[in-house]
C-alpha cells in the first residue's frame, strides 16, 4: 500500500509540473496627482482612467490636468502582477495678462510667434515675454519681444514703415547682451525664423469652415506659415467635407480654390433605409481613410480597437498612421466631428521619390565607445529642477527639457569622458514632444565648467540646422539657419544627430546623412550636454561620445 501511496504521489507532482506556464498578469495602476481632484487621462487607451484599474503591461501615455494649472503628460510603464504607482505634482499656472497691440496703418498683421492661438485683441495670456511680427504688404515687417504683466491690460503700439523709406534708411541694431546665470545658463537670443510663405484658401460656399489639419494655429486668410505640406480640411453642414493636401512655397502668396459638393436629398424611402442601417449616434461620426495606393494599411495610433472603413469613434483628434510597403509612411491628425461621415484622403510617395529627392548615406563607423548614457537612471547627476521657467529631470528614460520661456534658451551639460583633443564622436537621440517648430535644439560640446563658452549644433522642428561657437554671450554663427530634407520635422518627430571630428574638420550628420562640414576649432571646456530654445518640450533618449576610425 505504501508503494502504491508514492507512485500516485510521483504522478501527482508530474502533473503539477507539466502544466502549461500561467499567462502574463495584467497589473493595476494607480495615478497620484496633486492636485487630488486634478482630470487624469490615458490617452492611448479608450476606458477612462479609474483608480487601481486593471492594464496589460506596458506603457501609457497618461495626461494629469485641472483649469489654473500646467498640464503634465509623460510616459509610464505598468509592470504584470503588481500595484504601479505614479505621481504628478502639477504647479500653478502664471496668472495671465491681456494683451492689445495698436498698429498703424490698423489693418496692419499682428501674430503672436510662440504660441499657438492666433492673436486677437485682448487676448488673455500667461505673464511673460511673446515675440511679436507686424507686417503688412509694402511695409517693412517689425518684429519685437514684448513683456506681459499679470493681471492688467497690456498694450503697445507700432506704426510701420512703407518699404521705400524702409530701404532708404540707415539702421544699426545692437543686441540685447545675455543676462548670465547660475547653472544653467539662459541666454536672451532669439532664433531666425525660417523664410515662409503666405496661405489663402478661398471656398465655395464662402463661409465653409476651414482646419488646417498638422499645425496647431487655427487658420486665417493670409497666414504666414513654413513653405511645406499642409493637409486642409474643407466642411459646412449639408455639404460633402473635403480633404486636400496643398503645397506652400517659400516666399510666395499661396493660393487655393475649393468648392464642396451639397450632400444628395434624402427621398422617403432612402431615409427608410438608412433608419434601418447601423449609422453614427448623435455624439459619434464615422472614419473612413481612403488611400493610394488602395490596399494601404491605415492604424489609428491612440486607441486599440483595430481600423476599419467607416468605423464609429467619438468626437475629437486622432493620430493616424498609413503605409505601404515600397512607399513612405504617413502619420497625421485628423479631427473626427460628432454625427458626421468623416472622409480623409491619403495619397503615399513612393520610397524611389523620396530617394531621389534625400540620398541615403550611412554614417562613418565609431572605433570605439568611450561612454554611453541612456537615462535609465540619473546616477551621474544631470541637473534637474521644477519652476515656473523650466521643467527639466531624468524621468522614464529620457532627460525631459520642458522650456517654457519665450525668446530665452536652456543648456544643460557634464562630464562625458569628452577629450576635444582627440577624434571624437557624439551622437545624440532626440524626440520632439512639444512647442515652437521655428527655433533650435541639439547638442553642446567642449562646455566650461560655468557654461560661458561652448560650440552648439541645432535642428528646428521645421527642417533646418545650424552650427555656432559661443563665448562670453557673444556668438559666432559658423554655419547659419540651412534646409535640410535629412531632418524630420513636426511634433513627435525622432532625430538623431551625430558630430565628429575628421583631422582638421568637423563633419555633422542628421538621421545618417552628412548635411555640412566646417572647419574644427579646439573648445574651450571638456564636458557635453543640450540646448533647448524658446519654449519647446523636447527629450533625449540617448547621448553618445566616442572615437571615430
Known amino acids: 500500500m505504501r508503494t502504491l501511496q508514492i507512485w500516485l504521489m510521483i504522478l501527482f507532482s508530474s502533473l503539477v509540473f507539466c502544466l502549461p506556464a500561467a499567462a502574463q498578469q495584467n497589473g493595476t495602476i494607480v495615478i497620484e496627482a496633486t492636485p487630488p481632484d486634478a482630470l487624469i487621462r490615458i490617452m492611448n487607451i479608450s476606458p477612462p482612467y479609474e483608480s487601481g484599474m486593471q492594464l496589460e503591461p506596458g506603457t501609457y501615455d497618461v495626461e494629469v490636468s485641472k483649469e489654473g494649472y500646467i498640464t503634465q503628460r509623460r510616459d509610464v510603464t505598468v509592470k504584470g502582477g503588481t500595484q504601479n504607482r505614479f505621481s504628478f505634482d502639477l504647479k500653478e499656472a502664471p496668472p495671465e495678462g491681456a494683451l492689445f497691440v495698436q498698429t498703424q496703418p490698423t489693418d496692419a498683421t499682428v501674430r503672436v510667434m510662440n504660441i499657438a492661438p492666433a492673436y486677437e485683441d485682448g487676448i488673455s495670456v500667461p505673464a511673460g515675454d511673446y515675440d511679436l511680427e507686424i507686417s503688412k504688404s509694402g511695409f517693412a515687417t517689425i518684429t519685437k519681444t514684448v513683456t506681459v504683466k499679470a493681471n492688467q491690460e497690456n498694450r503697445f503700439s507700432f506704426t510701420l514703415t512703407a518699404e521705400a523709406a524702409a530701404n532708404n534708411a540707415s539702421q544699426t541694431a545692437t543686441p540685447a547682451q545675455p543676462e548670465q546665470k547660475s547653472e544653467p545658463v539662459v541666454e536672451q537670443k532669439p532664433e531666425p525664423v525660417a523664410k515662409n510663405g503666405t496661405l489663402t484658401v478661398v471656398t465655395e460656399p464662402k463661409d465653409a469652415e476651414i482646419h488646417i489639419m498638422n499645425i496647431k494655429p487655427a487658420y486665417e486668410a493670409g497666414m504666414s506659415v513654413s513653405a511645406g505640406d499642409y493637409d486642409l480640411k474643407i466642411s459646412k453642414p449639408g455639404y460633402v467635407t473635403l480633404t486636400h493636401t496643398v503645397t506652400v512655397k517659400a516666399g510666395q502668396d499661396n493660393s487655393f480654390s475649393f468648392t464642396l459638393a451639397a450632400e444628395p436629398a434624402k427621398d422617403a424611402q432612402a431615409v427608410t433605409e438608412a433608419e434601418q442601417k447601423p449609422g453614427p449616434g448623435t455624439t459619434n461620426g464615422t472614419l473612413t481613410v481612403q488611400t493610394d495606393p488602395k490596399n494601404a494599411t491605415v492604424r489609428i495610433l491612440n486607441i486599440k480597437p483595430p481600423y476599419k472603413d467607416g468605423i464609429e469613434l467619438e468626437p475629437g483628434e486622432y493620430a493616424i498612421e498609413v503605409s505601404h510597403p515600397g512607399y513612405m509612411t504617413r502619420s497625421m491628425d485628423y479631427q473626427v466631428e460628432a454625427g458626421s461621415e468623416n472622409t480623409l484622403t491619403v495619397k ?202
Request: charged content about 25%; cysteine-free; glycine content about 10%.
Open 348 to 549: 503615399l510617395a513612393p520610397e524611389e521619390t523620396a530617394a531621389e529627392q534625400t540620398p541615403v548615406k550611412k554614417t562613418p563607423a565609431i572605433a570605439s565607445v568611450v561612454q554611453l548614457e541612456e537615462f535609465s537612471n540619473n546616477d551621474r547627476k544631470w541637473f534637474e529642477a521644477s519652476t515656473p521657467q523650466v521643467n527639466i529631470a531624468v524621468q522614464d528614460g529620457h532627460y525631459h527639457i520642458d522650456h517654457k520661456a519665450g525668446s530665452e534658451g536652456w543648456i544643460a551639460w557634464n562630464t562625458m569622458d569628452f577629450d576635444p583633443k582627440s577624434q571624437f564622436v557624439i551622437e545624440a537621440v532626440f524626440r520632439k514632444v512639444d512647442g515652437v517648430l521655428d527655433y533650435g535644439y541639439g547638442v553642446i560640446w567642449g562646455v566650461t565648467n560655468k557654461g560661458e563658452a561652448y560650440n552648439s549644433f541645432r535642428i528646428s522642428g521645421n527642417g533646418l540646422y545650424s552650427y555656432r561657437q559661443e563665448k562670453d554671450g557673444k556668438a559666432d554663427t559658423v554655419i547659419d539657419w540651412t534646409p535640410s530634407d535629412a531632418i524630420a520635422p513636426g511634433l513627435g518627430a525622432t532625430n538623431t544627430i551625430h558630430i565628429r571630428r575628421n583631422g582638421d574638420t568637423l563633419e555633422f550628420y542628421v538621421n545618417g546623412v552628412k548635411v555640412n562640414t566646417a572647419p574644427y576649432k579646439p573648445a574651450g571646456g571638456t564636458m557635453v550636454g543640450f540646448k533647448v530654445d524658446n519654449r519647446q518640450v523636447v527629450d533625449v533618449d540617448q547621448l553618445m561620445v566616442g572615437l571615430a576610425k
